[in-house]
């Protein structure tokens, strides 16, 4: 038998290789502005304003994850790039459930020691070559935290109706079971479903009944003291998030069908491993690999029944995702083990197992050659990214990605040139990188860290709705308004003019109406300038209390160099009409 030293070994090695491939491989970092949410939250939370989203100190949970946001805040108490510190948050929290995966695997009997190592080996790499994840790992975002603390769930559910382990330790998984379930919570709220799932099975399967119940007391009285402090903190139980997102809509379902086509490859193969799991493996393995299905099921219902916004790069289904790796992988190598058992009892083959040396020598191998001939080309990219850029070559990524967005590069401008711009209110829909960059305050016209304005997603369908949201608005008395267009490339005799599109993420589920520019005017929004700024252009309302007043802040934001001011001022098209900004 491997000594368990050897074993523990392998698992760092496969850990090592996770990490060390998404160190030094220069792969693209794509950071979206909604990521930045994250990172205004930890900034203001060290700056001693916590669940705040800017210097108004009004909190605001508009963010999908407290763990996450709460693990990026000693990055910004000591300066930290958060888009470096995020991608090792998430490539950590995948290497650790590869090999928590693995070590279960082994522990509750489903996989030989090597068979474990094995399994790791090819899980690793398969998640290592996917598109979403490589992509996810460096996103800013939760995602690959929630694939940590669903394995988390499974896992302890594994081991938690493994009859071999000791009535103590069956407790102690218990145990951890309702921790990384309030984990996961903590990372997205809908991962309450896995954890009633695995909750579900242990009331019915758990040789330790009243161990259990006793813990779900203790878990109930935990999470209602959670909500008891999100209600005294946020005046609310739900997240902003809640009233954006969780309506039913045939996005939803477009969402689950676009993940169901880009992984239909992977279907079959995983399907065909998890019947060959359902019918080779004793009872107590069955459970939790059923667990494991079913729960990536639940998360696939659950987001038919939503209007996923931001859903970039599968994150919002990274856990089915994970279980199709893991199940194909688990399925893979248990059949490959049934088979090598079965030849040993061949007096040759029997002969050679007996000799430890040679089979540590073949694990070994194995592990140099799997990755060799699955992914040669991503080998050479790590070593090249090795050569170019060394282990510090993320940090240079990460700094360049974060200065090289134009958000970041305006903000930047703007606040250079402003000194302090505390005492400012902008109002925009991007509540992101720009925010983040200016430091001003910040109001979010789509409700992401605004409560109020997130309680009107469907329901500004009434005059009196749209003056409710008007009146909300100006009661905090914008400076600045901010309206963007994608695509800068007009035809001269357009430039001036500025049209309200069909937006999802905005609380009027579409295009803007009249009346809210009419109100802005009123207000005494006047056309300052418009800004070219890469793929993006920004005109900008500043408000005019009185000619000084307007000049000033015209001179700061409309001294970039990118900027440029049309004679005739801009012209805004809205659902039913039109309002000129001179």
Known sequence: MIARHIYWLYSGLI?????????????????????????????NFAEGRPFAYDLRNIPSEGFTSMLFMLLLVPAELLRLNPILISSLINMTALALAVVWLGQTARATGLLSERAAVLFMALLAMLLIRDESIRLLMFSGFEAVLGILCATGIITSVAYALDNQLSPRARRHWLSVFFMMSFLAHLVRPEYLLISALGGALLLWRSPDRSALLRRVAIFALVMAGYYSFKLAVFSDLLPTGFYRKVRTSGLGLEYIEDWLEDYQDWLLPSGAALLALLALTKTSHKLWIALMAVSAVSVLLFYTQTTPLAGVFHRFLVVPLWTLYATFSLGAVYVLSWIGRRLAATQFIKGLSQRQWLKNVVTIAVLIVIPMVLMPTDLSLML????????????????????GNPY????????????????????????????????SRFLDLQGL????????????????????????????????????????????????????????HSPFLGKLPVALFEAYRSYGMAYGCSIELSWLRVHLLLRHKDEAQFSRLAQVFCSHPSARRFPEGLTVVAEGGQVHFP
């Not at 491939?21 to 900034?43: G, H, K, M, S, W």
């Not at 990214?385 to 200065?403: S, V």
């Not at 000194?419 to 109002?427: E, F, I, K, Q």
Request: proline content about 6%.
């Open 408 to 439: 970041i590069q305006l903000g930047t401008y703007w606040r250079e040139q402003l000194g302090n711009p505390s005492a400012l209110t902008v109002a925009h829909v991007d509540a992101g990188a720009l925010p983040y960059a200016l430091g």
């Open 384 to 403: 090249e990214g090795a050569r170019a850029q060394g282990l510090f070559g993320l940090a240079r990524r990460a700094r360049d990605a974060m200065n």
């Open 15 to 43: 850990v090592t290789f996770i990490l060390a491939f998404f160190l030094l491989t220069p792969l693209p970092i794509f950071v979206f502005d909604d990521a930045y949410v994250y990172f205004n939250y930890a900034r």
């Open 449 to 504: 860290a605004e409560p109020t304005i997130a309680h009107m997603f469907g329901k500004l369908s009434t005059p009196e709705a749209v003056q409710a949201y008007i009146a909300y608005v100006l009661r905090h008395e914008p400076d600045m308004l901010l309206l963007y267009a994608m695509h800068p490339t007009h035809a001269a005799h357009i430039e001036s003019t500025w049209h309200s599109y069909y937006d999802l």
